[in-house]
């Protein structure tokens, strides 16, 4: 099967199977309310960093497709969608690209569409130092994410399965761009000792892409029609546990990102009160984009905003780092994940 029939593949599934029976933990998370907020609604600041980059709102549209010709107008209308909606947007995998040369055009085509836009190129933790240049110079990034998808790989029949060389060769990659590197799971969540480990390699920027969104693994097992694969459906680390995780370890210089099934500006807040100081989207406006059209996708961005500024309103929070510092109540399994760690549920992340 070529690259380009997997890509495209990978979308076709991706609307069919959604989300399927996986938790995100979020649902364990309560806030409390703030009956004397100090806050008006104009007054809110949702403006974040990742790494040295400032983006004007903290949600924006995470790695989705790119490398086939027939979604090369997918990306044009994402890229339409995050300059209406104001956020920044990452394309999906360029590996192919900046390997073998092909359909580069399916990722400038958001330069193209939107010219100011903040946007993040993403590779494979395996590609080279020039590749990955390459991969930031092809749609002129703001950012570049770096993937960790060892379910995938591992169940992809046509998968790079040489993992004993992921950490090695992310050395190499450290400081080979003029942009914030981040490091990034794809829906099987990051745990405390493997964020310690890319820690002491110089790494600062960490997307835990938990589990409870879209499904590589299912994704894969489907493709590969390999039944014993099934099981590895619902592999991976809750996003509120990765989250939990991220906030104990995360240094005050460090950022952490949410993604993993998180479709709500509800959940998105929940996620920025568990320290995350930004949060990624992509498999729901995906689908949203593809069944209703792109001013649906844009108001369902924007509702999502507007749903976390009234949330900050309501916690008292008059930016992303004092939401990220109000009180919660766990309970559920989260509340074991925090007790079996050895957390204190009130936890917060430090500054």
């Not at 990978?10 to 309560?30: F, P």
Request: aromatic share 6%; proline share 4%; hydrophobic share 45%.
């Amino acid at each position: 099967m070529t690259r380009e029939q997997r890509k495209l593949d990978h979308i076709r599934y991706a609307m069919e199977s959604g989300d399927g029976n996986r938790r995100t933990g979020l649902e364990d998370i309560q806030f409390l309310h703030n009956c004397l907020t100090p806050v008006d609604p104009d007054k809110v600041d949702i403006s974040t960093r990742i790494g040295s980059l400032k983006l004007p709102v903290p949600v924006f549209m995470d790695a989705i497709t790119g490398g086939a010709p027939e979604v090369k107008e997918i990306n044009r209308r994402l890229a339409a969608v995050a300059r209406d909606a104001g956020a920044a947007m990452a394309v999906g995998s360029q590996y192919g690209a900046v390997k073998e040369g092909k359909h580069a055009d399916t990722y400038r085509v958001i330069r193209k569409e939107n010219p100011e836009g903040i946007f993040f190129a993403n590779v494979s933790a395996l590609v080279s130092p020039d590749e990955a240049r390459a991969a930031v110079d092809m749609i002129a990034a703001d950012a570049l994410e770096i993937h960790l998808n060892v379910a995938q790989e591992l169940i992809m029949p046509e998968g790079d399965k040489t993992f004993s060389l992921i950490l090695e060769n992310l050395s190499r990659l450290q400081d080979c761009v003029p942009v914030p590197v981040i490091i990034k799971e794809t829906g099987c969540g990051m745990a405390a000792e493997q964020i310690r480990e890319l820690q002491a390699r110089g790494f600062t920027c960490f997307n835990v892409a938990g589990c409870g969104g879209t499904s590589f693994a299912a994704i894969e097992a489907a493709r590969g029609k390999v039944k014993r694969y099934e099981k590895f459906a619902d592999w991976g680390i809750p996003t509120a546990w990765s989250l939990i995780d991220a906030a104990h370890t995360a240094r005050p210089w460090d950022t952490v990102i949410a993604s993993g099934g998180i479709r709500s500006g509800w959940q998105a807040a929940q996620a920025i009160a568990l320290g995350a100081d930004a949060v990624g989207m992509s498999g729901n406006i995906l689908a949203v984009l593809l069944q209703q059209g792109e001013e649906a996708a844009v108001a369902y961005l924007q509702d999502v905003i507007a749903d976390l500024k009234d949330i900050m309103v309501l916690t008292g929070s008059r930016t992303v780092r004092e939401l990220q510092q109000v009180p919660l109540i766990f309970t559920g399994d989260t509340l074991a994940f925090i007790q079996s760690r050895g957390y204190e549920p009130q936890f917060r992340r430090k500054r």
